[in-house]
């Protein structure tokens, strides 16, 4: 018979399987999603989608809730804190990963008729598909206990980065569109890239607010936000 201790550590394993195979789902339909044309079928995906990242958000509470539980109510040992600790970090980055899909969905609804939208569309099908591969593999290590495929996916954040650069450069180069269209694709990359990172600067600077938030109220603002009620700071202290 498992202890209370063993049973609420397999509890955060089981959400944690439960939010790991929903994002897989989402990334699945994020690629059907890129293929489709119809708009119909389109909104049919958007509206799986949707409703998917509302069970992300909430399991990414659970886990949280239940791993702050264990700790205090169970005390469990240094090896299953460990297991835990990780789950909870993992999870974090599941629901950012999540983020990222609703972010790639909303700018492709915006410029899916555009000229280098279509110039673009292959190379970024196997942009996407090289990032399922690495979630899968990061998964599949935890899941199965198995450091080779953990490696294989930090060796290969590098050599995908690199890839996906050469692809993006050398399908502007032969893509059937005028050199100004090039040269704004070109340019676009680089403004991309800086965009993208003063945008994660920002996202950190947020997570650290939240937390902050937790750490002074006891209250969890994610998913939620500044509309919750915060308790006012007592000024006497």
Same mark, same amino acid.
């Given at each position: 018979?498992? #202890?209370?201790?063993?049973?609420?550590?397999?509890?955060?394993?089981?959400?944690?399987?439960?939010? %790991?195979?929903?994002?897989?789902?989402?990334?699945?339909?994020?690629?059907?999603?890129?293929?489709?044309?119809?708009?119909?079928?389109? %909104? $049919? &995906?958007?509206?799986?989608?949707?409703? =998917?990242?509302?069970?992300?958000?909430?399991? *990414?509470?659970?886990?949280?809730? $239940?791993?702050?539980?264990?700790?205090?109510?169970?005390?469990?040992?240094?090896?299953?804190?460990? $297991?835990?600790? %990780? !789950?909870?970090?993992?999870?974090?980055?599941?629901?950012?990963?999540?983020?990222?899909?609703?972010?790639?969905?909303?700018? !492709?609804? +915006?410029?899916?008729?555009?000229?280098?939208? /279509?110039?673009?569309?292959?190379?970024?099908?196997?942009?996407?598909?090289?990032?399922?591969?690495?979630?899968? /593999?990061?998964?599949?290590?935890?899941?199965?206990?198995?450091?080779?495929?953990?490696?294989?996916?930090? /060796?290969?954040? *590098?050599?995908?980065?690199?890839?996906?650069?050469?692809?993006?450069? +050398?399908?502007?180069? $032969?893509?059937?569109?005028?050199?100004?269209?090039?040269?704004?694709?070109?340019?676009?990359?680089?403004?991309?890239?800086?965009?993208?990172?003063?945008? @994660? &600067?920002?996202?950190?600077?947020? =997570?650290?607010?939240?937390?902050?938030?937790?750490?002074?109220?006891?209250?969890?603002? @994610?998913? #939620?936000?500044?509309?919750?009620?915060?308790?006012? +700071?007592?000024?006497?202290?």
């Amino acid at each position: 018979m498992k #202890t209370m201790r063993e049973e609420s550590i397999l509890s955060i394993i089981a959400s944690f399987e439960e939010m %790991a195979d929903t994002i897989l789902a989402q990334l699945k339909l994020l690629e059907k999603f890129m293929d489709e044309q119809g708009e119909e079928e389109r %909104a $049919k &995906i958007r509206f799986e989608i949707d409703k =998917n990242e509302v069970l992300i958000d909430r399991f *990414e509470i659970l886990v949280s809730e $239940k791993f702050i539980n264990s700790i205090i109510l169970y005390q469990p040992v240094a090896s299953d804190i460990r $297991k835990a600790v %990780a !789950i909870s970090r993992m999870s974090i980055n599941l629901e950012r990963i999540g983020d990222r899909v609703i972010n790639i969905i909303n700018s !492709i609804d +915006n410029i899916k008729n555009s000229v280098e939208y /279509k110039a673009m569309f292959e190379v970024l099908r196997v942009m996407l598909l090289s990032g399922i591969s690495m979630v899968e /593999k990061a998964l599949l290590s935890f899941i199965n206990n198995d450091n080779e495929y953990a490696v294989w996916t930090i /060796k290969n954040d *590098e050599v995908v980065d690199d890839m996906n650069s050469k692809l993006l450069i +050398n399908s502007i180069s $032969k893509a059937k569109v005028s050199d100004k269209t090039k040269e704004m694709l070109l340019s676009y990359i680089d403004l991309k890239s800086i965009i993208t990172n003063l945008e @994660r &600067i920002a996202d950190h600077a947020t =997570n650290i607010a939240e937390a902050s938030i937790y750490s002074i109220h006891g209250m969890d603002i @994610r998913h #939620t936000g500044l509309d919750t009620t915060l308790p006012k +700071n007592d000024e006497s202290k």
